[in-house]
């Protein structure tokens, strides 16, 4: 049962991913799309987390981690660049 | 013991899911960006959580628990950040809102730095 759930959330997963994916493309605004790629981001930590799981092979977790953090300073880049028009 | 940990486990993934999922039907169906990012935020950070904490209860040593909770207090602090500044930066652009939308004292104490930077200065 659990492999069962761990195997379909997985799939879930990548399908909201995909989901995701229809409002980066084809969002009207830059914003939009900046949403679009938070969600993104956090379904695709999930995602190998629980790969990590399913492969019990844990040095996946360190991935996860170190995409955490560079996904938050790309996304708060971006924003600045938006924001102010400069990155300085 | 076993069958009762694994059905919280189960409960908590599927849930966790679900939550993921009606954030993002509500990305792609909302009209708005404040809608859709109101509609995210909430939605990812919960079911963030009770996917990670099915994966904990799973887990179960030390060392991957332990990065666990720190990929889970990364996402709890980052992304309500993360959604703030996207708001902050939309109202400064001057994104486009669906008619009733209400700030509150937004026209009577603007946001430090609107005038300077207008809506003029910055290309779309």
């Known amino acids: 049962m659990i492999d069962f759930s761990l195997q379909g959330v997985f799939l879930g997963l990548v399908i909201l991913s995909f989901m995701a994916l229809y409002r980066i493309i084809g969002g009207p605004h830059a914003s939009d799309r900046i949403v679009g790629v938070n969600v993104l981001m956090t379904n695709v930590i999930l995602a190998i987390i629980i790969l990590a799981h399913i492969f019990r092979n844990y040095t996946y977790l360190d991935v996860a981690f170190v995409y955490v953090l560079s996904a938050f300073v790309g996304t708060i880049c971006v924003l600045k660049s938006l924001g102010k028009g400069k990155l300085s | ?124």
């Open chain 2, 1 to 124: 013991m076993k069958p009762a940990v694994d059905i919280i486990v189960c409960f908590l993934l599927w849930s966790g899911l679900f939550f993921i999922f009606v954030g993002t039907v509500g990305l792609i169906r909302l009209p708005d960006l404040y809608t859709r990012m109101h509609a995210t935020s909430k939605c990812d950070t919960l079911g963030t959580g009770m996917i990670l904490i099915a994966l904990m209860i799973q887990i179960g040593h030390y060392n991957e628990v332990i990065k666990l909770i720190i990929i889970c207090a990364f996402i709890w602090s980052i992304n309500p950040l993360v959604t703030h500044v996207i708001g902050s930066t939309a109202y400064i652009r001057g994104e486009e809102y669906v008619p009733n939308t209400f700030f509150k004292d937004c026209y009577h104490d603007p946001y430090p730095g609107r005038e300077e930077l207008g809506r003029g200065d910055v290309n779309a």
